[in-house]
């Protein structure tokens, strides 16, 4: 799959299972890569020991000079002393600006690796090996990168769009379910926003992708991609309300990971959640069809996402939505499906909130 965005340089998303043994010999054809004095391979504490020396020994067998750092696996790895670790770790290294970073891990390993390569002497070349399934439809592509503040999840970052992502499905065998649920709520999302042929194709195949069934998690994937570097490719920056819509499902699923506490449920269990809450509001606010909530439930049940045995009062959740960075001062915004592959961005009222999350909350 081709990811071509204005005003950048198209790149490759290789999606198959023996895609890491052929990553040397893939980055040697790319023309911002093949010349690198010295690779830096990013992984963290989990993949590491899994497959960070098959990584080495592709892109050594290709001729490349390679170093790895290791840092801790988890979402305190994105912070901006992590960040000055690498910093300082590649210029230990003595990285030059033809050298490049491979991030080899998931979302948290992509987003900080692509952090500290658009900034390393202002910007060095990076490869996405994800490792996640979220990391392969979500966050791989796009060119958001960033890392956390104690006042916010990814407060400061960059756009920078990889050369080239290496989506290795042999190495989401090791992938635990809670992590496998997170990268199916993200699927499911794309396919509500994109089209009805996405999304009937995942009814279809819920059950398999759930299981696993490796042609079902390939094509799974492609069919995220192409939604994501579509979406990404209209507007790159997050300025023309565009992207808005790979938020569905996050602004009732950010307050339920926070006000829940973080790590409780899964961010794929408070998205799917969430999902199912803004189709709700959408049949009071968007003329959504009851059809269409049924159908995403039935979904999201059949890959393993549940309703949560959860809720929050609905005044601390009102509250936790408004506390988002997401939310302009006012009222709280929602996307909400109209139909299947017909989104809108709607300002909801409080009073209309409210009387949702009451009956979400009962
Ligand atoms: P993650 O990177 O923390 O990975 C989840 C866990 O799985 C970690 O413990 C990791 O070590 C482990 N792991 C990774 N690959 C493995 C494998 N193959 N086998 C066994 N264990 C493995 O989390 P994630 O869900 O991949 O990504 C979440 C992050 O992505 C968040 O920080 C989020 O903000 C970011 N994100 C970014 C974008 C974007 O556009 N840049 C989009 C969505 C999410
Ligand atoms: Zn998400």
């Known amino acids: 799959i081709v990811v071509n965005i204005p005003g950048e340089t198209p790149y490759d998303v290789r999606i198959g299972d023996t895609v890491l043994e052929g990553l040397g010999a893939s980055l040697k054809k790319l023309p911002a890569v093949a010349s690198a004095p010295h690779l830096l391979v990013l992984t963290d504490t989990n993949v590491g020991p899994l497959y960070v ?37 590649m210029a230990g290294l003595g990285l030059t600006r033809d050298c490049a ?29 994800p490792t996640t399934l979220l990391a392969m439809v979500d966050s791989s592509v796009g060119g958001k990168t960033g890392v956390n503040l104690d006042a916010g999840k990814n407060l400061v970052g960059t756009f920078k769009q990889p050369a080239y992502v290496a989506a290795c499905t042999a190495t989401l065998a090791t992938l635990d379910e809670r992590e496998w649920a997170c990268g199916c709520a993200e699927i499911a999302k794309a396919s509500v926003i ?3 042929e996405f999304f009937f194709w995942m009814l279809d195949h819920a059950e398999a992708l759930a299981a696993r069934q490796p042609e079902t998690v390939s094509e799974a994937i ?9 979406v990404v490719a209209e507007d790159k920056t997050e300025s023309r309300g565009v992207r808005e819509c790979l938020n569905y499902g996050h602004t009732l699923g950010h307050a339920v990971e926070a006000l829940a506490g973080y790590g409780t449920f899964s961010h794929g269990a408070a998205v799917a959640e969430g999902m199912r809450f803004a189709a709700r509001l959408g049949v009071r606010v968007a003329g959504t069809s009851e059809e269409l909530v049924a159908a995403q439930d039935d979904l999201l049940d059949a890959l393993g996402l549940p309703a949560l045995a959860w809720s929050a009062p609905a005044d601390q959740m009102l509250a936790a939505m408004k506390r988002d960075k997401k939310t302009r001062a006012g009222e ?24 949702q999350l009451r009956q979400w909350e009962a």
Not at 58 to 84: H, M, N, Q, T, Y
């Open 194 to 196: 994109d089209s009805d």
């Open 222 to 230: 492609a069919r995220s991609v192409v939604f994501k570097a579509n």
């Open 101 to 129: 970073v491979v991030a080899l891990g998931g979302g948290v390993v992509g987003d900080l690796a692509g952090f500290v390569a658009s900034t390393y002497m202002r910007g060095i070349s990076f490869v996405q090996v």
């Open 332 to 355: 709280v915004r929602f996307v909400v499906p109209r139909d299947i592959g017909d989104w809108e961005l709607v300002a909801v009222p409080d009073d209309v909130i409210l009387e």
């Open 53 to 89: 020396e098959e990584a080495k020994a592709s892109l050594r067998a290709a001729g490349f000079r390679v170093s790895d750092i290791v840092v801790p696996a988890g979402e305190d790895a994105k912070s901006l002393a992590v960040a000055g670790e690498v910093w300082n770790a």
